[in-house]
T-cell receptor, first 116, second 114 residues
C-alpha cells in the first residue's frame, strides 16, 4: 500500500493563479480530510468528506473548493491564490465511521505552497 | 465545542531525560484520545491512542493515560533520545455527534540534545 499520496510536493504560485492539490489513498477509507499547517499554529481543517459525493466545510474553508467523485481521490482547489494561503497542506484519510471516532488518521507527506 | 490545550514549546531536553508534554481537552461525551508525531519534513503519524477512561496508550517508549476526571492525556517518556526530536500533537476525537472530526492542538516541539 502506498497509503496517502499528495502531489505536488512544492509549488510557488503568483497572486490570482489557481491550482489543484491532488490527494489519493489506496486504503479504501471512507473519510478524507484537508488541513493546512501554518508555523506554530497546528492543523486547521479546511474541508472533509465522509464518502464519495459528500463533502463538508471545516474550520477554514474560504478560498478553497473540494470534490469527492471517487473513494480514492479528494482534490483541493485554490481558485484565486492569495498570500494568506501560503502554508503546508496535508491530506489525511481514515476508515470511519464504524469505529466511532477511534480510527486512526493517516496523513500524506504534505504540499508546501508559497503564494507571491 | 471541542478544544484542546497543549503546553507551549519548544521543550528542550538532554538525551535520557524524562519527558512530559501536557494535554487537556474539552469535548462532549467520551472522546477517543490520540497523540500524533510529526518528524521534520514529514506528515503526521499516529504515536498512540486510548479510547476509554483509564486506558493507557503506549508506543516506542511513550505512554499516555486517559484521565476522564481531569480531562487530560499527558504524554510521557522515561528516557528521550535525539531521534525523538519532533513536533507532538494531541488530538481528541468525539465518539458521538455524527462527524467524528478530531481537534488538533497547536503542537509541542521537542528538541533533544546529545
Amino acid at each position: 500500500n502506498a497509503g496517502v499520496t499528495q502531489t505536488p510536493k512544492f509549488r510557488i504560485l503568483k497572486i490570482g493563479q489557481s491550482m489543484t492539490l491532488q490527494c489519493t489513498q489506496d486504503m479504501n477509507h471512507n473519510y478524507m480530510y484537508w488541513y493546512r499547517q501554518d508555523p506554530g499554529m497546528g492543523l486547521k481543517l479546511i474541508y472533509y468528506s465522509v464518502g464519495a459525493g459528500i463533502t463538508d466545510k471545516g474550520e477554514v474553508p474560504n478560498g478553497y473548493n473540494v470534490s469527492r467523485s471517487t473513494t480514492e481521490d479528494f482534490p483541493l482547489r485554490l481558485e484565486l491564490a492569495a498570500p494568506s494561503q501560503t502554508s503546508v497542506y496535508f491530506c489525511a484519510s481514515s476508515y470511519g465511521p464504524w469505529d466511532r471516532g477511534a480510527d486512526t488518521q493517516y496523513f500524506g507527506p504534505g504540499t508546501r505552497l508559497t503564494v507571491l | 465545542g471541542n478544544s484542546v490545550t497543549q503546553m507551549e514549546g519548544p521543550v528542550t531536553l538532554s538525551e535520557e531525560a524524562f519527558l512530559t508534554i501536557n494535554c487537556t481537552y474539552t469535548a462532549t461525551g467520551y472522546p477517543s484520545l490520540f497523540w500524533y508525531v510529526q518528524y521534520p519534513g514529514e506528515g503526521l503519524q499516529l504515536l498512540l491512542k486510548a479510547t476509554k477512561a483509564d486506558d493507557k496508550g503506549s508506543n516506542k517508549g511513550f505512554e499516555a493515560t486517559y484521565r476522564k476526571e481531569t480531562t487530560s492525556f499527558h504524554l510521557e517518556k522515561g528516557s528521550v533520545q535525539v531521534s525523538d526530536s519532533a513536533v507532538y500533537f494531541c488530538a481528541p476525537r468525539p465518539a458521538s455527534g455524527g462527524s467524528y472530526i478530531p481537534t488538533f492542538g497547536r503542537g509541542t516541539s521537542l528538541i533533544v540534545h546529545p
